[in-house]
């Protein structure tokens, strides 16, 4: 099955006298970046979510946020006088200076000061209360992660129909360039055998006409593009492979779209005939199509 990196949850829950609110979020990154914000005084509860996103994770930057309050009816938050005090008036000269340099500042709220350090702080939590309630969060955040994975699957999903029909359309274009290319060879022949005859009727005596032949075997070698579609056709078999694998394949998706690259590169290099750098130059684009999403793959 093919996961995309992009994902989001979210969820709420109370327990031992505290309410919570989870943010989960992935985006495509190259690796597996792990980005959390929850509270330090629940010891151990970090590297518990921790452990559970790097199992459940391969790629993907994921931003985890936990916010937490007591619930209503529980001991509320205690005020440090002499912190307020300090806040007030740091305030207050914020203000009067603003005031003289003619600047008009935003109305003070109280929630923005109790968030100022030192002015408020949790009740002290005991260690068998922190404890219980990190047990709440780790076997509750598991539904949210359970939420995610589904987002990242039905994602995922999408992405494998839309590669799939990319690669049913470079296949289309691969087979379009073989025929272009045996379309072109009695032209080349023509070409090569006018070459041949010029350079034989305008040389001085004494050319060796057996080396003159391989030269020219050796340019209709390189102009041959058999190889290049071979190796498209195998690139679009392995891709497909790739698809049904049942495991995080973005990484190897990835480098085979620079070896589709190189191919179709090739071919328009080679292709000495309009026809045919058209269909590459359609592959190329193809191909950049299908990269794009194939970013977003695990």
Partial sequence: MVNSMTGFAAGTGAAEGFDWSWDLRSVNARGLDLRLRVPDW????EPELRKALSAALGRGSVALSLRLTRAAGAAGLQIDPG????????????????????????????????AMRGVSEAPQTD???????????????????????????????????????????????????????????????ETLKAALEEIMATTAEGLDEARVLQELAVLALKSDVTEELDRLSAHVDAARELLDAGQPVGRRLDFLC????????????????????????????????????IQNVE
């Fill in 127 to 189: 260690t068998g209360e922190a404890a219980r309630l990190k047990t709440a969060l780790v076997a509750d955040f598991r539904g949210l992660l359970d939420q995610l994975l589904a987002m990242r699957r039905d994602e995922g999903a999408a992405l494998k129909a839309v590669i799939s029909a990319q690669l049913d359309e470079i296949a289309t274009l691969t087979v379009a360039a073989q025929e272009a290319a045996g379309a072109r060879q009695p032209r080349m022949r």
């Fill in 42 to 45: 629940i010891s151990g509860l």
């Fill in 258 to 293: 620079q070896e589709f690259n190189r191919e179709a590169n090739t071919l328009c290099a080679k292709s000495g005939a309009v026809a045919l750098t058209r269909i590459g130059l359609d592959l190329k684009a193809a191909i950049d199509q299908m990269r794009e999403q």
């Fill in 83 to 114: 912190g307020l005090a300090q806040a007030l008036d740091g305030i207050a000269r914020v203000q009067a200076a603003a005031a003289d340099a003619g600047i008009a500042l935003s109305e003070t709220r109280a929630a923005d000061i109790l």
